[in-house]
């Protein structure tokens, strides 16, 4: 019979080739997450990171350029491609700043909210499958193993993220 602390002593010592199958499965994995959304958005004319910037001004609505700068770890000329062609499609809005008039904020509109939804709905789909399959303690697991992979300085922008969703917001 499995004795689960010497289990957990076991994962200590992750051969290579444990460590190999793990970085292929999550290759796969992503290929596999990202299908469905690549399908809707290509029959658009969008790509991956117009999906990143959509889901993130809907988990935060009002974020200002600045902030989605930080939050995607892209360059200002690359996400002004993205915003420009997400405003001209009428799927966000970007509004001067009542504070700083330099600064700009970002909301989706009612039709990037359905797009936004639909990706997010495919998604999670795709995710409450694979947990209800893997069962709780994987699901735990599965989190914390991707949250230590996070580095330092993305670590404290998806905490902020997740204790917002926490609280309701």
Known sequence: MPDSAHEG????FLT???LRKGIEAMFFA????TADPDRILADRGLGRAHHRALHFIHRVPGTTVNNLLTILGVTK??????LRTLIAEGL?????????????HLRL???????ESELSRVQRDRMRRAY????????TGFRQVL????????LPQYEALRDKADRGG
């Open 109 to 115: 509109t009612e039709t990037g909210a359905a797009l």
């Open 16 to 18: 290579d080739e444990q």
């Open 132 to 139: 209800r399959a893997a069962g709780p303690a994987a699901v």
């Open 30 to 33: 992503y290929r596999g997450f």
């Open 92 to 104: 966000v809005t970007s509004t001067v700043g009542e504070r700083d008039r330099r600064e700009r």
């Open 147 to 154: 949250e230590s992979m996070m580095d330092d300085e993305t």
């Open 77 to 82: 000329q690359s996400l002004n491609r993205v």
């Open 9 to 12: 002593e076991s994962l200590l």
